[in-house]
Antibody
Framework: EVQLVESGGGWVQTGGSLRLSCAAS????????MHWVRQVTGNRLEWVSG???????YYSDSVRGRFTASRDNANNSLYLQMSSLTAGDTAQYYC????????????WGKGTTVTVSS | DIVLTQSPDSLAVSLGERATINCKSS????????????LSWYQHKPGQPPRLLIS???TRESGVPDRFSGSGSGTHFTLTISSLQAEDVAIYFC?????????FGGGTKVEIK
């Protein structure tokens, strides 16, 4: 069964840092681009970052310079290091697999919750 | 960024009746060289991960009931549930994957009347 399981969410103070992890199983992880998508208040979905098969990462304007995405193909894992967190980063964060060469997001994890407050 | 506007925000439909959700894009998502619309639809139930229903505007994913269909091209798209079932209660999102950043519609909540 294809599965993505996120972990690492929690409560953090404004300005703090947090590292999310995503464990992938049931497919050849190294063959797929992987993304982080977050769902903020009001159910709005926002793309956060993408990481290509070779580890190159790209970011939305709202997180560039504060978040760093990476992957470990040997361990079928995706990571998101988040720093300088603000209340605007409070969201449910989803790890998502993308269909080859596109942003078509075909498999999602259940998500992990990040809450940022003072 | 491409803005996707969904309508309505919510709708209540009787069991067995048709539900129609619209998604309007601020720019075309039709890829002229690949001759495809880069538009997908997702179903999201509480406590579950979002599920891809429709890709390329009208291609139903494996295992998705045939009561779900997608249509449209360019900037206007529709997701239709031909005969609403109780298990279809969820929030439905459209997404464009034609350009960076990928963007999502605001979601439509479907309930039973």
């Amino acid at each position: 069964e294809v599965q993505l399981v996120e972990s690492g969410g929690g409560w953090v103070q404004t300005g703090g840092s947090l590292r999310l992890s995503c464990a992938a199983s049931g497919f050849t992880f190294s063959n797929y681009d992987m993304h982080w998508v977050r769902q903020v208040t009001g159910n709005r979905l926002e793309w956060v970052s993408g990481t290509g098969t070779s580890g190159d990462s790209y970011y939305s304007d709202s997180v560039r310079g504060r978040f760093t995405a990476s992957r470990d193909n040997a361990n079928n894992s995706l990571y998101l290091q988040m720093s300088s967190l603000t209340a605007g980063d409070t969201a449910q964060y989803y790890c998502v697999r993308a269909s080859s060469g596109t942003y078509l997001m075909d498999v999602w994890g259940k998500g992990t919750t990040v809450t940022v407050s003072s | 960024d491409i803005v996707l506007t969904q309508s309505p925000d919510s709708l209540a439909v009787s069991l067995g009746e048709r539900a129609t959700i619209n998604c309007k894009s601020s720019q075309t998502v039709f890829h002229f060289t690949k001759r495809k619309n880069f538009l997908s639809w997702y179903q999201h139930k509480p406590g579950q991960p979002p599920r891809l229903l429709i890709s390329w505007a009208s291609t139903r994913e494996s295992g998705v009931p045939d009561r779900f269909s997608g249509s449209g091209s360019g900037t206007h798209f529709t997701l239709t549930i031909s005969s609403l079932q109780a298990e279809d209660v969820a929030i439905y999102f459209c997404q464009q994957y034609d350009s960076t950043p990928p963007t999502f519609g605001g979601g439509t909540k479907v309930e039973i009347k």
